[in-house]
């Protein structure tokens, strides 16, 4: 956390506020600080995904056996590169890969699904 204080992002560490509060507590702290979340918690992708929650963001850090000190370089370095993109998505970094995943809104999801019902159509009838 030091290394990113350093860098200049302003960061909340709930070890150091709020050890053991849970993630939806969590989720809600991020969301009235309109901060992006950093965590190693994959229980995070199942508030965001499945049951529609979301932040500013959530980055997903899966850096296992790597020295705090590069996984802090990973991090900063992936929110230099990308952090603008890391807006309003899920992203995880990995050794080696940043992925983001933008979530799609229901209204669009919806929209998607009819598109694809219409393509599976077996109607000629053609459509714009």
Do not use: C
């Not at 991020?30 to 963001?57: H, P, S, Y």
């Amino acid at each position: 956390m030091e290394r990113l204080r350093q860098s200049g992002y302003q960061v909340w560490y709930v070890a150091e506020m709020e050890p053991g509060i849970s993630d939806d507590v969590v989720l809600g702290l991020a969301n009235r600080e309109g901060a992006i979340l950093l965590t190693a918690d994959k229980d995070f992708g199942e508030l965001v995904f499945r049951q529609g929650q979301m932040t500013r963001g959530v980055i997903l850090i899966r850096l296992a056996g790597i020295s705090p000190s590069r996984k802090a370089e990973i991090v900063a370095s992936a929110l230099a590169a990308h952090g603008d993109e890391m807006e309003q998505a899920f992203t995880v970094i990995s050794p080696g890969a940043v992925r983001i995943q933008h979530r799609v809104a229901k209204s669009e999801k919806d929209d998607i699904a009819h598109r694809s019902r219409i393509r599976r159509s077996p109607s000629r009838q053609s459509l714009f």
